[in-house]
């Protein structure tokens, strides 16, 4: 299993897509939480989503917030299609039966890959993290305020909330990948559940029918937004929103995280995958 | 069933796939350290044959025992290769990644090296630092075969793997296999060209699922009275269509 693992994540890292995801989460979150904000602050309200914020929710003292900011949404997004590609890619390539012809058996090819997921996210939180910290410490020297960081305490379970949520809908990539045995249909599918179907439920339905509103408390976005706000990220920030406390979204993001790689696993243990 | 001269042994072989009977109770004996020719018209069954005997088709009667565990077995997962008729590999990674990566999943010790000395076997090392993707059909073709050769099968099941290749890099490819054959390794290579049929040690002969001949090319030529084995199978066609 752990020559598996290594193999799986020196393949994954000889591929300039992951990078190239890795990056535009980084260069994302540094621009919504830290460029535009900042740009509104000097030039006066814009009307920009975000520009309205005040300097101190862009100092060092609130990097953690804004590290996960993009969690519930774009980063989301990206580790969903990070998760289809790890799992989907090897139906594209035939490389499965490559794979599962003759060397680990489908459980071990299978957990590597959800491993690697995990690793992998794990890479991306600490470069958000990183990329946040940097902003932060840029925006106080520019504008000569102090440099309070968060307790490590804060730091580090912000980074547990972001690994999870990211984990979460890594594991829904792969198993989407899974599901339909390619990349192309379940990024575009899962894609449009999150940044669509989603955001549709929050700002629409839900307001207008209270069973929408209820079913917005199970649903694996929601709760994401509430880990997010919790975790202090500005509730303007679209599909960030305290719906339900961060005990209940724990394990409600947990709960999924564990159903995705179970079904994952019990569809490739069941089905024909040659 | 452990006869150690045998590394394949097929018995009352049916096959169902799509709702028709696509092999018809095939049995045969593959000896081992051999090169053994799959050959016979496309849709006669080849590749159905041959994921029968690696374990990965269902069956719907019969026995494929192989090395002497039943096909499929997990104790047969690293000594058998299989190359499959489409290339199988990764088009976004080089070829040398690549071929590491199956090696570190096939755990040999030392994955590096051995991605070396099958793409110098494939005759790839000119490329071995291009993207897969980026190779023509036939590279392609081979590093898929490349994949198949890593670490030390006692059998290897090749699909095609000459197919869309020049004379003389099919005619290494035979010098190859023999030469691996020699190691004591287990040999079968499907086919439709019958000028490779020659190049074999046993021939096995299919046609619409069913096995028309199981000889050496000598064997066959003697019987058919040809000297050509293409006109050896022609024959063989014509005699079970006379007898159906
Ligand atoms: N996935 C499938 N579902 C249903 N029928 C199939 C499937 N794959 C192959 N068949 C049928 O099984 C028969 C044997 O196919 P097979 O692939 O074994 O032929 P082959 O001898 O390898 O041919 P070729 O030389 O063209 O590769 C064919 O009639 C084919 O139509
Ligand atoms: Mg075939």
């Known amino acids: 299993m752990l020559t598996s693992i290594r193999a799986e994540l020196i393949k994954q890292t000889r591929r300039p897509a992951n990078w190239l995801l890795l990056a535009i989460a980084a260069v994302l979150t540094l621009t919504f939480a830290y460029a535009i904000p900042y740009a509104g602050l000097s030039s006066g309200p814009s009307g920009a989503p975000g520009s309205g914020r005040g300097l101190p929710s862009m100092l060092p003292e609130a990097f953690v917030g804004n590290a996960l900011g993009g969690v519930p949404i774009f980063v989301g997004a990206l580790a969903l299609v990070f998760g289809v590609l790890v799992a989907g890619s090897e139906y594209g390539f035939q490389t499965w039966k490559t794979v599962l012809a003759q060397r680990p058996s489908r459980f071990t090819a299978y957990g590597s890959k959800l491993a690697v997921v995990a690793i992998a996210n794990l890479i991306g939180v600490l470069t958000l993290f990183a990329a946040a910290a940097g902003g932060s410490a840029a925006v106080a020297a520019l504008e000569g305020a102090p440099m309070n960081w968060p307790s490590a305490g804060d730091i580090v379970l912000g980074m547990g909330v972001g690994w999870l949520v990211m984990t979460m809908w890594g594991a829904c990539g792969a198993l989407l990948g899974i599901a339909f045995r390619s990349v192309a249909l379940p990024i575009g599918l899962g894609l449009v559940w999150m940044l669509a179907i989603q955001n549709l439920l929050a700002s629409i339905a839900a307001p207008a029918l209270e069973f929408v509103g209820e079913l917005q408390k199970v649903l694996p976005g929601p709760n994401t937004g509430a880990l997010a706000a919790a975790m202090g990220a500005a509730s303007e920030t679209p599909g960030v929103d305290a719906l339900v406390g961060s005990g209940h979204a724990t394990i409600v993001v947990a709960g999924y995280l564990v159903a995705f790689c179970a079904l994952g696993g019990w569809l490739m243990h069941r089905r024909d995958i040659l | ?244």
Request: aromatic share 4%; net charge negative; proline share 4%.
């Open chain 2, 1 to 244: 069933m452990t006869n150690s001269a045998v590394a394949v042994a097929v018995d009352g072989l049916r096959v169902i796939r799509g709702g028709r009977e696509v092999l018809r109770s095939v049995s045969f004996d593959v000896p081992r350290g051999s090169v053994t020719g799959l050959l016979g018209p496309s849709g006669c069954g080849k590749t159905t044959l041959m994921r029968a005997i690696v374990g990965v088709q269902i069956v719907a009667g019969g026995t494929v025992t192989v090395l002497g565990q039943p096909a499929g077995d997990p104790l047969l997962r690293d000594k058998i290769g299989y190359a499959t008729q489409n290339a199988a590999v990764y088009a976004d990674l080089t070829v040398t990644e690549c071929l590491t990566y199956f090696a570190s999943v096939l755990r040999v010790d030392d994955p590096a090296a051995d991605a070396r000395r099958v793409i110098a076997d494939v005759d790839l090392t000119d490329h071995a630092g291009k993207l897969v993707g980026n190779l023509s059909g036939g590279q392609r073709g081979r590093a898929s075969l490349a994949v198949a050769l890593l670490g030390t099968p006692e059998l290897l099941v090749l699909d095609e793997p000459t197919v869309g290749l020049d004379p003389v890099l099919r005619d290494d490819l035979w010098t190859l296999f023999h030469r691996i054959a020699e190691r004591g390794t287990t040999l079968l290579v499907s086919s439709h060209v019958m000028d490779e049929a020659a190049r074999c040690d046993r021939l096995l002969l299919m046609r619409e699922g069913v096995l028309l001949a199981d000889d050496t090319p000598e064997g066959l030529r003697a019987h058919t009275e040809q000297s050509d084995l293409e006109q050896a199978f022609l024959r063989l066609v014509r005699e079970s269509e006379a007898a159906a």
